[in-house]
């Protein structure tokens, strides 16, 4: 009898069955699923339950009164650890080792103290407790002790007088100055504010600077109508809604700064090698200081200890430029200027003389720009070429003092100044005018409180950083009181020449008006050009006078231009001039038969008693076009005769034709 036994064959039973032991599988895996979420223990709060609450446990932290078994039994006089910042702690325990009946180490703190602990992260750590070697130690220390530089001041002031109308902002539009007085380095914070306020644009909505600097005072002619077009007001610039014209009276006072005389001094006088250089060592310029004396009556005293010199406040100078409604360039490249120590063009309405602000040593970068920089360029590119092919022949790397002080000169906060980036940066490179006048920078400011009818001289002191104060220890000094001062003060420049200011009244005398005769006396014709402060503009009128009179003619009624109006406006104006005509001569006094009369001179008594002599010959220019000037403004009205035979003969012209004829005859 053969046995059979029915062979299991696994491949076909997974064939067969496979779909069903998976889906068995999956179904046990989801009741699996559903017994865990109903047997799970429910936590019925949300989110902000659980912050709550949490937030409350923490203030019970902090509330904690109760205090541990040791601390409780803490023996008498010991300290609290962290009442003394010199022990030393490990990670557990009070640093004694002590360990406490459980077999702990000491913990002398309560829970309280705990928390505050391991809060401690937010509190300002004690960085002198993890002091470390300086990464950027002194490579060379000075071979010396750093001596006091010479200081030099400044040199070729000029004074210039000048007036006219400026743009100012109306009074409820003026942005109070608050002014304080305590420090040298407030004042000269405001003073800085002051001159970096943003230009307020035109009514055209720019403000060019750069074209104004381009077109104005690089053309022949200062001032070209055209150019502007009526819609910029007379003069050039535009009166916002918010801005006025005000007539102010100036001088301008320019100089030269010595600067890079100044920095070769500090180099050698400072022991200062292109590895210690520091920004300390880079003369850094905070202001000035400036004095008025009047010298009306004495122009010719040249001992500045013989005159009574007066600061000229600063204070009143920031209100004043505060009160300006637009800002004016420069006028002269920005390598030549510190503008703490140059003062921005007044927003002047009329066109300035660049001269009168721009001093002489600095006028060809202005009046001959073309040329400047022309050579200038030539200067730069021979520089780059030789920087990019060194040789022992080739030209060395400019110093600083050819370069002049970087923009940034001021602003360095690193102990250091790397050699390259501070001598040759490229950047740097692409903005210098490679001349000698880069070793100057031009002082600039401007005095708006003079009186008419005065005469004034000035002086001006120059205010700079103390290269040696607070330094330390690793530059030792060779008078160590020369670092306690934060200021040095130069001497005081030369005085200025004497400069006059004028009164708002101004006379030229003409030709003679009439003849003598029985019922009158014989006068002249002059012109009073009186300047109306109020607006800022001058207004002329010819009137007759006689020997004996007083040239003032109150409540005249005249046409004049004023800023911000196209067309001539209708004004009453006070002419007054306060001059007495002495005397005259000339004209038909000095006249013989079949020849012109000969010019008149007169002569004229100010209130003050002094004697001035006027000439038609000295005057004539003027008050012809004065007179030019008048007749513009006041054209003739035409009259038409009704009857075409009729002659028109006005009272005067009958009258001088008549003499003339008679005369003859």
Request: net charge negative.
């Amino acid at each position: 009898m053969k046995l059979n036994f029915k062979k299991f064959d696994p491949k076909q039973f997974f064939l067969y069955h496979g779909e069903k032991i998976a889906l068995g599988v999956f179904g046990l895996c989801g009741v699996y699923l559903a017994y865990g979420l109903l047997s799970a223990d429910v936590y019925e709060r949300s989110p902000r339950d659980l912050t709550n609450e949490a937030n409350q446990l923490d203030q019970q932290v902090q509330n904690a009164s109760w205090q541990t078994y040791l601390q409780e039994n803490q023996p008498q006089g010991q300290s609290d650890p962290f009442s003394n910042p010199e022990a030393e702690y490990g990670l557990y325990g009070n640093g004694s080792g002590a360990i406490g009946p459980d077999g702990q180490p000491v913990v002398d703190f309560s829970i309280k103290d705990f928390y505050e602990t391991a809060m401690g992260g937010n509190r300002v750590a004690n960085l002198s407790r993890y002091a470390i070697v300086p990464w950027s130690p002194v490579l060379v220390k000075p071979d010396t002790e750093r001596g006091m530089p010479e200081l030099f001041g400044l040199s070729d002031l000029k004074a210039h007088f000048g007036f006219g109308a400026l743009v100012v902002q109306k009074e409820d539009a003026v942005e109070v100055v608050e002014v304080e007085t305590e420090t040298e380095t407030d004042r000269r914070r405001l003073w800085m504010e002051a001159q970096n306020k943003p230009a307020q644009p035109d009514n055209s909505g720019d403000y060019y600077e750069e074209d104004y600097y381009e077109e104005e005072y690089y053309e022949e002619e200062y001032y070209d109508e055209e150019d502007y077009g009526s819609n910029r007001g007379f003069g050039g610039v535009t009166i916002g809604s918010n801005e006025k014209a005000e007539g102010f009276r100036w001088i301008a006072l320019t100089g030269v700064v010595p600067f890079g005389k100044q920095q070769r001094e500090y180099f050698e006088k400072l022991n200062v090698n292109t590895v210690n250089l520091q920004a300390a060592d880079i003369v850094n310029y905070i202001g000035f200081k400036l004095q008025r004396a009047e010298v009306t009556g004495k122009t010719n005293v040249e001992d500045q200890e013989q005159l009574v010199w007066v600061d000229v406040e600063l204070d009143q100078l920031l209100q004043t430029i505060a009160r300006f409604g637009k800002e004016r360039p420069y006028l002269i490249p920005d390598a030549l200027i510190n503008p703490r120590l140059c003062m921005k063009r007044p927003p002047s309405i009329d066109s300035m003389d660049p001269r009168s602000i721009i001093h002489p040593e600095f006028e060809d970068a202005i009046l001959n720009k073309e040329e400047f920089l022309e050579e200038q360029e030539k200067k730069r590119a021979d520089a780059v070429a030789a920087a990019a092919t060194p040789s022992e022949d080739a030209p060395k790397r400019p110093k600083v003092y050819g370069f002049g002080t970087p923009p940034q000169e001021t602003q360095y906060e690193d102990d250091y100044v790397d050699e390259d980036d501070f001598y040759y940066a490229e950047s740097q490179l692409d903005q210098a005018v490679l001349d000698d006048k880069r070793d100057m920078r031009m002082f600039r400011v401007f005095d708006f409180e003079v009186v008419p009818g005065k005469t004034y001289r000035y002086r001006v002191a120059l205010v700079l950083r103390n290269p040696n104060f607070e330094l330390g220890d690793e530059f030792p000094l060779k008078d160590p009181e020369s670092g306690k001062e934060e200021m040095l003060i130069t001497e005081w420049s030369n005085m200025s020449a004497p400069v006059e200011i004028p009164f708002n009244s101004h006379l030229l005398v003409g030709g003679q008006a009439k003849r003598a005769s029985v019922s009158k006396e014989a006068t002249i014709n002059v012109v009073v050009r009186q300047w109306d402060q109020e607006q800022g503009v001058n207004a002329s009128k010819i009137f007759p006078i006689g020997q004996g009179s007083v040239a003032n003619y109150p409540d005249q009624e005249v046409k004049m231009k004023v800023p911000g109006e196209n067309d001539p406006v209708d004004a009453v104006i006070d002419f007054e001039t306060n001059k007495l005509l002495v005397d005259w001569t000339g004209g038909d006094r000095m006249r013989q038969r079949g020849r012109a009369g000969e010019p008149v001179t007169a002569v004229f008594m100010d209130e003050d008693g002094k004697i001035k002599i006027h000439s038609q010959i000295t005057d004539g220019v003027a008050y012809e076009e004065e007179s030019n000037k008048i007749d513009e403004l006041n054209p003739p009205e035409v009259v038409q005769p009704t009857n075409p035979d009729d002659e028109y003969y006005e009272e005067e012209y009958y009258e001088e034709e008549y003499e003339d004829f008679y005369d003859d005859f």
